[in-house]
């Protein structure tokens, strides 16, 4: 599953440390140029994890939407497969909108697969 045709297009990466600024950040570039922000943080998908994951506050969220945040029970099981699946549909909808993905978060793991792809094993 190669993403890399994907990133033909601009896609701009914010990455760092919980609690680092990065929100802010994306939010003040947010304001400035026309982005989308994709959430890139392992944790930060499921809903009611809010303490010790530095997820942006409810009216946050609310007046500049984060893709990918929130997505989830805490029961259930996501991949990073699934997240290179689901972070590739939020990067083709922000492209086709004419807009520039950016994609906020510390899950290396997860830039790492977007970026260079993951290798084609069984299931």
């Known amino acids: 599953m190669s993403t890399v045709g994907i990133m033909k297009l601009p896609v701009i990466c914010l990455f760092g440390s919980t609690a680092s600024g990065k929100t802010d950040l994306a939010i003040n570039l947010l304001k ?29 969220l609310n007046q500049f939407p ?11 099981s996501y991949s990073v497969g699934h997240f290179v699946k689901d972070a590739n549909i939020e990067i083709k909808r922000s492209h086709d909108k004419g807009r520039i ?23």
């Open 32 to 60: 400035e140029f026309p982005l989308d922000i994709i959430n890139v943080d392992s944790a930060q998908i499921y809903r009611g994890m809010n303490i010790g994951t530095a997820k942006p506050k409810k009216e946050i």
């Open 66 to 76: 984060h893709r990918l945040i929130d997505i989830l029970d805490p029961e259930e």
């Open 101 to 123: 993905p950016l994609l906020v978060g510390g899950t290396m793991l997860y830039f790492h697969a977007l970026i260079e792809g993951l290798s084609d094993l069984p299931e």
